[in-house]
């Protein structure tokens, strides 16, 4: 992606080397989270059973416990320009700064074409652990995006793991992070997630594993709609689009939890599913293609 010497956003709270959280577990909500899963063998943290933060975003839901396994996924070779958390913080959040700006363009444009008025999210930039709205955020549970205080936190050593971890690289699987995230918060602007809130009391735990799967998908495809954006803009470069189609087939939950887990205790939507909807945005550019809700969507 062509970032560098582009406007960065000024809603980006940075929060790095400051004291963290206190206290465990979440407050009065839950985060929605990019899964997290294990991809290595041994003992303690890096065990084959782990917790993965297939967190759904309604009060008073807690974090589902997946097994997950060994992969022999093969990260593909990275541009040596990708920004790295190793390489230095501080470039890297510039790189998250030009990300969030090139969101809230788009958005603020969809909304004005719709007579409504984008208000951008804040997002935070932390390290470890830090207080949020839906509780303590915590650097193992990946980016989130928590609806009660409409903001997006993500500790950038994600992007290691993301690389590392899940075999996801390139500077364009690290935008689609946070493009997946800021979807969440055009989802609770639009009522979308007010709506599964208020219906979830009402369903049972299948039923809320579905409709999660259906938020997250349209999440997707939202950060889909968002990469034609950049890529009308020429901001793309070449292997941009396969980073991120890479980097949601990495991150389903059929291949997270390598056949451990029953398709419908899936909450983000299988690989496939994943690439269909992301993909389905960034082909047509259109928020109107990201229905996920309508009989036979998915």
């Known amino acids: ?104 363009t788009l958005w603020g444009e969809v909304f004005q074409q719709n007579n409504m008025r984008y208000a951008p999210p804040k997002v935070v930039l932390f390290t470890e652990m830090t207080e949020s709205g839906c509780g303590v955020a915590d650097a193992s549970s990946g980016p989130f995006y928590c609806p009660d205080d409409r903001k997006v936190y993500i500790d950038l050593r994600f992007y290691d793991r993301l690389r590392q971890q899940f075999g996801a690289p390139g500077d364009f699987a690290q935008a689609y992070v946070i493009a997946h995230e800021i979807g969440h918060h055009v989802q609770n602007l639009t009522g979308v997630l007010p709506d599964f809130n208020a219906r979830r009391a009402r369903m049972s735990q299948e039923e809320r594993n579905a409709y999660s799967v259906r938020v997250e998908l349209q999440a997707d495809c939202y950060a889909g709609v968002w990469a034609n954006y950049v890529n009308r803009e020429n901001l793309l470069e070449q292997g941009d689009a396969e980073e991120a189609i890479n980097a949601a087939n990495q991150i389903g939950d059929d291949t997270l939890t390598r056949g451990t887990v029953q398709p419908r205790n899936f909450t983000h939507g299988t690989s496939a599913q994943r690439r269909e909807w992301l993909n389905r945005g960034m082909q047509s550019g259109d928020v109107g293609q990201c229905d996920t809700f309508g009989n036979g969507a998915i």
């Open 1 to 104: 992606m062509k970032w560098r010497g582009r406007e960065r956003s000024s809603n980006i709270e940075d929060r790095r080397g400051t004291a963290g959280g206190t206290g465990g577990g979440f407050g009065r909500g839950g985060g929605m989270r990019i899964p997290m899963g294990g991809r290595s063998g041994g003992l303690g943290g890096i065990g084959a059973i782990i917790v993965i933060g297939l967190i759904l975003f309604a009060v008073g839901i807690n974090p589902l416990d997946m097994l997950a396994g060994n992969t022999s996924s093969v990260p593909r070779q990275t541009n040596a320009s990708v920004p790295s958390a190793n390489a230095g913080d501080d470039e890297l959040a510039q790189f998250v700064g030009v990300v969030v700006k090139e969101t809230e």
